[in-house]
């Protein structure tokens, strides 16, 4: 694992002779430098209710994975805004630590398409 070190030197502006310096080693343990994947060729397709009359609809679930240490691996999901193009997006939603996927109460618009394409950020 890469090891520094880093010197740290504290001045006093008023006594001179209080000047000191000292040597601060830094080993690292592990970095995060692996980013979320989704499992390719996994695009998950969900039906989605016309109206379900229920609030917060699960209707499906993403999932990555991140192959740092467990420490640095708590992965959050975002809904990108600009993936649907249509106002439908507002009734979808992502929950940040589950990843699953909800439809609102008042479910979609009848005449509008019937085919969303969501893009999740993990």
Known sequence: LPLFQLVVTAWSVFDSTKNASRV???ELEDVDDNAPLFIKGAQPVFVVPRSSGR??????????????????NAIHYYLLPKC??????DNFAVNDYT?????????????HANRFELCVLA
């Open 24 to 26: 601060l080693r830094i």
């Open 55 to 72: 609030s917060n609809l699960v209707i499906g679930r993403v999932f990555a994975e991140d192959r740092d240490g467990a420490d640095l």
């Open 84 to 89: 649907t193009g249509t106002a439908e997006f």
């Open 99 to 111: 990843g699953e996927i909800t439809v609102g109460a008042e479910g979609l618009v009848t005449g």
